[in-house]
């Protein structure tokens, strides 16, 4: 086992979250189903355990103090259980209580349950990533989730979870923006998303950018944080461009992303524009706002 | 709006473009049986395949039109006939049959009376006890009439509650005796094979609306995914009450799948617009940030 997370103390913490919230009913049948994966370690009660949870817990957000979200944090750096669902949270208790003696063997009992799971199954699989026993391990099923057209579980894989920033290689984390781009995904929501950004990432997009521009549509405005650091002689001209689309959430985009680049043609065009460029260096304006007014409006 | 509910269809094989008439004539919600696929599967990994579809990529598929999609787990009756491969599908059943959305154990029974069949058949029947689901029976298309007598006897012999089963692919033959028994009654409106719209007006005239229940079993074949608001339709149009209409093309289907305590009104009656493409359910059928098609169009768009 590798010691990035204390599985007993998280074991204890989703406990606390669900005792507070959910009927004495279902931490009864939880409490039972816990005694039995532990005692008979057999991997079908485990799966059985995992689906008939639906039955006792509901898809209602977690309520979180202020406290608690700093303590998922000691847990794990950037694990969000406010992002949970009660439900997942039940799924993800039991499976902490799955063992195996070698990693191997839990591996595969874990990738025959995700090859079973329903949609919700594979969201709450997927979200547990970061606090899973064997996490490197995960690697290929984590990537493998990022294969999926439903929305709901890309999203468990790439947003507000710690795993892909700390696992994936460069063209793992590449394919997961592009196409959290293309699927119109909330990009703030995905962890260290700055401290992963790379030259290679930043010209596929500019690349992409281009490709809709051709076909008279649009980019979402977030696309423009992860070229920022990157401008360049070559892209300079792009960044030109979104300014004089006259969209002001475009035109916010293009000069937060220049406020993160050290080119002086970049620096410049936020004098230009004082506006909208002060508010910019006064950090009235973010990546976070700027996603959420494109997502759901202002 | 009216509301309906198909309670049989495979709308693995059917396209966007029925979703979208589906929806607007009225479907609100679908239960797509566990069946075979027109090609025989010879591993089990198909199976597995399939049945993830069933609880996954289909589950959403429908709900990106606004469609609450249920389905039924089981081994269908042709298919039991490849023995080593059914027994592998037996040990494969138990990890679906308790997920989310399961609303019975189906669609089972017989297809050409083998005794293979009959032994896979009983096992279900013992699988839908032990998790307390409701069964489908799928009744043959050649000897019907002893196949479905034969099916509720077996049924019966097993301990199985007549009120959890429903039987579907009824006729005017086999009506009375499922009734009688005390079964659901389904009707398929299938063209050519199974029937039509008309002659199940005369059955709901004749029979009245209890425990009857209309469905499409909308496939592959030459099928109508529309069969059930096209037959509500024309009951309308031949004088059949509004509250008939409603037992049997809503209501009735509710009542009988609810009883596995996995579909609630609620599912669709909770307003939750259809067109969340941005915020929940990026698109992927709409791939792209395309606009979701709302009315037809004469070209293409962008």
Partial sequence: ?298 | MEMFIDPHIHVVSRTTDDYEAMRKAGIVAIIEPAFWLGQPRTEVGSFKDYFSTLVGWERFRAKQFGIVHYCTMGLNSKEANNIPLAEEVMELLPLYVGKEGVVAIGEIGYDDQTEAEDRFYRLQLELAKEVNLPVLIHTPHRDKKKGTTRSMDVSEEHGVDPGMVIVDHNNEETVKEVLDRGYWAAFTIYPHTKMGSERMVEIVKQYGPERIIVDSAADWGISDPLAVPKTAALMRKMGIPEEHIRMTCYQNALTAYSQSGQMDELDWLRPEPIDQRQRQFGNSVLRGGQEPKVEGSDFVEN
């Fill in chain 1, 1 to 298: 086992m590798n010691n990035s997370i204390d599985i007993e103390k998280t074991k204890n913490f989703l406990f606390e979250l669900l005792e507070q919230q959910s009927e004495t009913k279902s931490i009864e049948w939880l409490l039972q189903q816990k005694d039995k994966i532990e005692k008979e370690g057999s991997y079908l009660k485990f799966y059985m355990a995992f689906g008939q949870a639906s039955r006792f817990f509901k898809k209602t957000l977690l309520k979180i103090s202020e406290n608690q979200k700093e303590f998922a944090y000691t847990l794990k750096e950037g694990f969000s259980p406010q992002t949970w669902d009660q439900l997942q949270t039940a799924r993800s208790y039991l499976l902490l209580h799955f063992e195996e003696k070698e990693a191997s063997s839990w591996v595969n009992a874990l990738n025959k349950l995700f090859e079973t799971a329903d949609m919700h199954e594979q969201q709450s699989l997927y979200a547990a990533l970061p606090i899973m026993p064997y996490q490197l391990e995960m690697k290929e099923r984590a990537i493998e989730g990022l294969r999926t057209n439903i929305s709901s579980v890309f999203d468990a894989v790439a947003l507000n979870n710690p795993y892909p920033a700390e696992y994936f290689d460069e063209r793992a984390w590449n394919q997961m923006v592009l196409k959290a781009i293309f699927m119109q995904r909330p990009l703030y929501q995905i962890q260290n998303a700055d401290e992963r950004a790379n030259p290679t990432l930043a010209k596929i997009l500019v690349d992409f950018a281009h490709e809709r521009w051709a076909a008279g549509r649009t980019v979402m405005p977030e696309l423009w944080r992860f070229v920022g650091p990157f401008i360049n002689e070559e892209n300079i001209s792009d960044i030109e461009k979104v300014l004089q689309t006259g969209d002001p959430i475009q035109q916010k985009a293009a000069l937060l992303a220049c406020s993160s680049s050290d080119f002086a043609p970049a620096k410049k065009l936020i004098d230009q524009n004082p506006e909208m460029g002060n508010a910019v260096l006064n950090e009235e304006i973010t990546w976070e706002l700027i996603g959420e007014e494109f997502q759901y409006g202002k």
